[in-house]
């Protein structure tokens, strides 16, 4: 168990739909990272959260938002979903040592 | 903006040889690069990391080292076994201020280690 958990593991969805997935981090750490990985694009950064503020953006979409809660639990949320978002939902927390991935949610959009 | 490029993206060994992946990056102010094994299904693991201001780090069978000057840096896995099948990525951040800046990865090498 890395510390960070990932719900739900697996989703289903249909195209069009919006979906919430949810991170807890590693106890203790403020920053919290949301990665993608599709077969051919490998992990793609999405978005870096730090104490509740944005700090960083990667290839993130319009379509997708995201957010850190004061608990410091993060949402990714993905909205007008598409084929090809199916994908590994990866988050990641880190403290100044290192970083710690949880075990992702594997999303399909049919 | 930052780029890591990751070399081989397969790599097929025989058991008890030994496996070598190379990575090259482009920001020069990164100084944290760690590598990861991710098994299917699973999320990345740490396997070993390297910082700046060190060259070389061993950590048994596996080892990393890192040229600043080149911008390059290796995982050396020696006396494979077939459970050190898996896919590597490397990765490289900017860190500093209690908070480590965002990892970007390498695309990943698949390894397999045959019996």
């Known amino acids: 168990d890395s510390g960070v958990t990932q719900t739900p593991k697996h989703l289903i969805t249909a195209t069009g739909q919006r979906v919430t997935l949810r991170c807890s981090p590693r106890?203790?750490?403020?920053?919290v990272y949301w990665y993608q990985q599709s077969l051919d694009q490998g992990l793609q950064f999405l978005i870096q959260?730090?104490?509740?503020?944005?700090?960083a953006k990667g290839n993130i979409l319009e379509r997708f938002s995201a957010q850190q809660f004061p608990d410091l639990h993060s949402e990714l949320n993905l909205s007008s979903l598409e084929l090809g978002d199916s994908a590994l939902y990866f988050c990641?927390?880190?403290?100044?040592?290192?970083?710690?991935f949880g075990s992702g949610t594997r999303l399909t959009v049919v | 903006g930052e780029n890591v490029e990751q070399h081989p993206s397969t790599l097929s060994v025989q058991e008890g040889d030994s496996a070598v992946i190379k990575c090259t990056y482009s920001?020069?102010?990164?100084?944290?690069f760690p590598w990861y094994k991710q098994e299917l299904g699973k999320g990345p693991q740490l396997i070993i990391d390297?910082?700046?201001?060190?060259g070389e780090k061993k950590d048994q069978r596996i080892a990393v080292t890192l040229n600043k000057t080149a911008k390059h840096f290796s995982l050396h896995i020696t006396e494979t076994q077939p459970e050190d099948s898996a896919v590597y990525f490397c990765?490289?951040?900017?860190?500093?201020?209690?908070?480590?800046?965002?990892?970007?990865f390498g695309k990943g090498t698949k390894l397999s280690v045959k019996p």
């Open positions: 990641a927390s880190s403290d100044p040592r290192d970083y710690t």
């Open positions: 106890s203790g750490d403020l920053s």
């Open positions: 959260y730090y104490n509740g503020e944005e700090r």
């Open positions: 920001d020069s102010a990164s100084n944290y």
């Open positions: 390297i910082r700046s201001n060190v």
């Open positions: 990765a490289a951040s900017r860190g500093g201020g209690g908070s480590q800046g965002n990892l970007i």
